[in-house]
């Protein structure tokens, strides 16, 4: 397969504006599969996109805009943490979550992010879904019912 294909999502990296909001958005209807489908698909995902990205010569250095497929991974793992029915108030702030832990990239985020090749490019991702999905799991043992049944 090709990696420059993977590492773009079939092509969903070129969509502008904000092609990261594009690789994240197009996961968010795989949240019907339910929590733990999410959880195997984010790792799968993960594990994908390792592969296709350091595969990518020189890309992965500076982590262009067109690589999504760490927002794909991160976005799922958010989605992980929400109940097997998610209510679209669940599914909306799980992305609101996952985008600003990505874009504010917080603590961990932030160190993930400053780490080189294809760890850094996907270990950030995947470190803004954990704590997003830590934030909804609390947020669902705090306010039951709120993000789906």
Do not use: Y
Request: charged fraction near 10%; charge should be negative; glycine fraction near 14%.
């Amino acid at each position: 397969m090709n990696p420059r294909l993977i590492a773009s999502v079939f092509g969903i990296g070129n969509l502008r504006p904000a092609p990261g909001t594009w690789g994240s958005a197009v996961v968010l209807p795989l949240a019907l599969l339910g929590p733990l489908p999410c959880l195997v698909l984010g790792l799968l995902v993960l594990l994908i996109g390792f592969w296709a990205v350091g595969r990518l010569p020189g890309d992965a250095e500076a982590d262009p805009g067109w690589i999504v497929v760490d927002e794909a991974a991160g976005q799922l793992l958010a989605l992980a943490a929400l109940p097997a029915h998610p209510s679209l108030l669940g599914v909306a702030a799980a992305f609101l979550l996952f985008r600003a832990f990505d874009i504010l990239k917080p603590g961990p985020v932030g160190w993930a992010d400053r780490q080189h090749g294809a760890l850094g490019v996907m270990l950030d991702d995947a470190v803004a879904g954990v704590l997003a999905a830590l934030l909804l799991l609390g947020f669902g043992l705090w306010q039951p019912g709120v993000l789906g049944q």
